[in-house]
């Protein structure tokens, strides 16, 4: 698998008026193309400290990111705009924008931001519509959609950004079951067939554990990385599933519920 992003004994945090706020120490992992990642963590392990560090929303405490083989530090704002696309839980308040008007916005860090779209922009837009499923949504208002629908805009935005890697933090959070499903499925697909590097925070243990190709793990003590069934053996999942009344079976990878 091709590297997208390598951390380095990374220390992740804040930095305030009063020094620093150290959220994790030591991490280290690697991130591939064509692969699905999912997050997992407790609140407040810094699952989203992580994800604006690797987005260069916060710089690292100590440590490095490299990103394509070069340190995140050496790429421009611009630059960025070209590598990562962002997708976050925040709820969008926008009034009288259509769903092709948004997603056109993904192509800013090409025409800027009062940019005129060429041929090819118009077709990028289109494709990302199209891989995502949004067809009949290109005309609505962003305003009337729902939470799924808007989730699919916002990861078809990132698409028209046309960028190799994509972090998406918690994408699922106001989704019912079945579109929990649908949109991770999405993410797999496009992962897979796009051949993008896809990462995100998530609290859907279940769904990742059976379509995440790759899991990072963030406890208080270490970040595992491996797949569900490589985390499942070394007693990482059981550790951050099994509380009082809840088991996980390590060879199925199912969460049992006792009665």
């Given at each position: 698998?091709?590297?997208s992003?390598?951390?380095?004994?990374?220390?992740?945090?804040?930095?305030?008026?009063?020094?620093?706020?150290?959220?994790?120490?030591?991490?280290?992992?690697?991130?591939?193309?064509?692969?699905?990642?999912c997050?997992?963590?407790?609140?407040?392990v810094g699952?989203?400290?992580?994800?604006?560090?690797?987005?260069?929303?916060?710089?690292?405490?100590?440590?490095?990111?490299?990103l394509?083989?070069?340190?995140l530090?050496?790429?421009?704002?611009?630059?960025l705009?070209?590598?990562?696309?962002?997708?976050?839980?925040?709820?969008?308040?926008?009034?009288?924008?259509?769903?092709?008007?948004l997603v056109?916005?993904?192509?800013?860090?090409?025409?800027?931001?009062?940019?005129?779209?060429?041929?090819d922009?118009?077709?990028?837009?289109d494709?990302?519509?199209?891989?995502?499923?949004?067809?009949?949504?290109?005309?609505r208002?962003?305003?009337?959609?729902?939470?799924?629908?808007?989730?699919?805009?916002?990861?078809?935005?990132?698409l028209?950004?046309?960028?190799?890697?994509?972090?998406?933090?918690?994408?699922?959070?106001?989704?019912?079951?079945?579109?929990k499903?649908?949109?991770?499925?999405?993410l797999?697909?496009?992962?897979?067939?796009?051949?993008?590097?896809?990462?995100?925070?998530?609290?859907?243990?279940?769904?990742?554990?059976?379509?995440a190709?790759m899991?990072?793990?963030?406890?208080?003590?270490?970040?595992?990385?491996g797949?569900?069934?490589?985390l499942?053996?070394?007693?990482?999942?059981?550790?951050?599933?099994?509380?009082?009344?809840i088991s996980?079976?390590t060879k199925?990878?199912t969460i049992?519920?006792?009665?």
């Amino acid at each position: 698998m091709t590297e997208s992003v390598v951390l380095q004994n990374l220390s992740i945090g804040y930095t305030a008026k009063g020094g620093k706020r150290v959220v994790a120490t030591q991490l280290n992992g690697t991130i591939n193309r064509g692969e699905l990642t999912c997050l997992l963590g407790r609140n407040g392990v810094g699952k989203s400290t992580l994800l604006r560090t690797l987005s260069a929303f916060l710089p690292a405490l100590e440590g490095g990111v490299l990103l394509q083989g070069k340190p995140l530090t050496d790429y421009t704002d611009h630059d960025l705009s070209q590598q990562i696309g962002v997708v976050l839980t925040d709820k969008l308040h926008l009034r009288n924008m259509t769903v092709e008007e948004l997603v056109a916005m993904g192509r800013m860090p090409y025409t800027g931001f009062w940019g005129v779209l060429s041929k090819d922009d118009h077709r990028m837009v289109d494709e990302s519509i199209q891989l995502v499923g949004i067809e009949p949504l290109r005309q609505r208002q962003v305003q009337s959609l729902s939470d799924g629908e808007r989730q699919k805009v916002m990861i078809a935005k990132a698409l028209a950004q046309q960028t190799p890697i994509i972090y998406l933090d918690e994408p699922t959070a106001f989704l019912d079951y079945p579109s929990k499903v649908e949109l991770l499925q999405l993410l797999r697909s496009l992962a897979h067939e796009e051949q993008k590097t896809i990462f995100l925070s998530t609290h859907d243990v279940e769904i990742s554990l059976q379509l995440a190709d790759m899991l990072w793990l963030m406890t208080p003590e270490q970040l595992h990385v491996g797949t569900p069934a490589e985390l499942a053996a070394q007693g990482a999942l059981s550790t951050f599933i099994e509380h009082d009344g809840i088991s996980f079976d390590t060879k199925t990878l199912t969460i049992q519920i006792r009665k």
